[in-house]
């Protein structure tokens, strides 16, 4: 098993930034891939991006592009997702996932083995 203990989450105004790590904890960590994903009410688990943990490629939804920047820390087992310019409609519960095979599919949450508990972030306007 793997743990995953995500922590940033908060309050922010519109404009703002927030920094999300998720620590990886457990059996010897081996990830091919880590993600993250948000749920915001009423409304399905969406990705928001990923992460090659060998090789450090990104990847990511179109409405986080250029506000969003997902890395890596690969001696703490922990990825982070720098969030900036927030939005209102970036209010929702973000998750961190790690997917343990080799895949091609990093937006899709099945393809993901592992899951945090997730942390909240509020953007307010």
């Known amino acids: 098993q793997v743990q995953l203990v995500e922590s940033g989450g908060g309050l922010v105004q519109a404009g703002g930034s927030l920094r999300l790590s998720c620590a990886a904890s457990?059996?010897?960590?081996?990830?091919?891939?880590m993600g993250w994903f948000r749920q915001a009410p009423g409304k399905e688990r969406m990705f928001v991006a990923a992460?090659?943990?060998?090789?450090?490629?990104?990847s990511y939804a179109d409405s986080v592009k250029g506000r969003f920047t997902i890395s890596r820390e690969i001696a703490k087992n922990t990825v982070v997702l720098q969030m900036s310019s927030l939005k209102p409609e970036d209010t929702a519960v973000y998750y961190c996932?790690?997917?343990?095979?080799?895949?091609?599919?990093?937006?899709?949450?099945?393809?993901?083995?592992?899951w945090g508990q997730g942390t909240q972030v509020t953007v307010s306007s």
């Open positions: 992460i090659r943990w060998n090789i450090g490629t990104t």
């Open positions: 457990g059996r010897t960590f081996s990830s091919y891939a």
């Open positions: 996932a790690v997917l343990t095979r080799r895949s091609s599919w990093l937006s899709i949450q099945d393809e993901y083995d592992f």
